[in-house]
């Protein structure tokens, strides 16, 4: 398959594979991206692996999932693509390393939150802004209880606000925080991936992911039938998403409380 948005490059004698994601700045994470990260994870699959990389190029990891393809005639596809993405990521036989710089938002954020370990640079900043657009993010629903506990959760995806690397350190979102992302990324490679054995990295990936992949495999369809069948039945719902593309205020079926800054 030929890679358009993203590249696959093995190094470090074919032991890492590295994703990136390559259509800067924004790396929007659309069907296309999501196809071909699909098949750079069942590529990685077949390979005999010590670490997955997802890294993205530019100065942000991604802006999030495309607005476009949440309108009513497009989200199901767009979501059940994304979903049997995170899937796949938890059946890898190696750990996934997500690493992270500036924006990573939304759908991008979900690709994250699909992955086993997170190290960022002090730029990055993680949310899921989805609320703000009338919806909700389902695999972040699914995934971010398991992550870093309700009370976090319910905080970035009832409100749609940021939070930095660091505050991500502090509640375990992010396992490092470094100045240099490469470089941080390349010294742990070195000193708890590369050393070990393969084997065995596999089954720990497996025991480690357990309460993650009941989260992908169950929660995550109620979430997304939820999404599909109740939510976007909603006027509301297709307000935001038209609203923001259309690039004007939402008219909500209960008008919003006007307030002041």
Known sequence: MKFEKIRLEFTHQERVARISLAAPKANIVDRAMIGQLDAAFIECGGRDLNAIIVSADGPNFSFGASVQEHLPDQIGSALKALHSLLRRIHEAPT???AAVRGQCLGGGF?????????????????????IKLAVFAPAASALLPVRVGQALASRLLLTGESISAEEALRYGLVAK???????????????????????SLGYACR??????????????????????????????????????????????????????E
């Open 177 to 199: 925080v470094v100045d240099d992302l490469e470089d941080g990324l390349q010294q742990w490679l070195k000193s708890d991936f590369l050393p070990r054995s393969s084997s």
């Open 95 to 97: 750990p996934v390393i």
């Open 207 to 260: 025991a480690a992911r357990m309460s993650s992949r009941r989260a992908v495999n169950e929660d995550l369809a109620q979430l997304e039938q939820l999404y599909l069948s109740e939510l976007m039945s909603s006027p509301d719902a297709v307000e935001g998403i038209r609203a923001f593309l259309e690039k004007h205020p939402p008219q909500w079926t209960k008008p919003a409380i006007a307030t002041r």
């Open 110 to 130: 979900e690709l994250v939150l699909g992955c086993d370990l997170v190290i960022a640079d002090k730029t990055a900043q993680f949310g899921c802004p989805e």
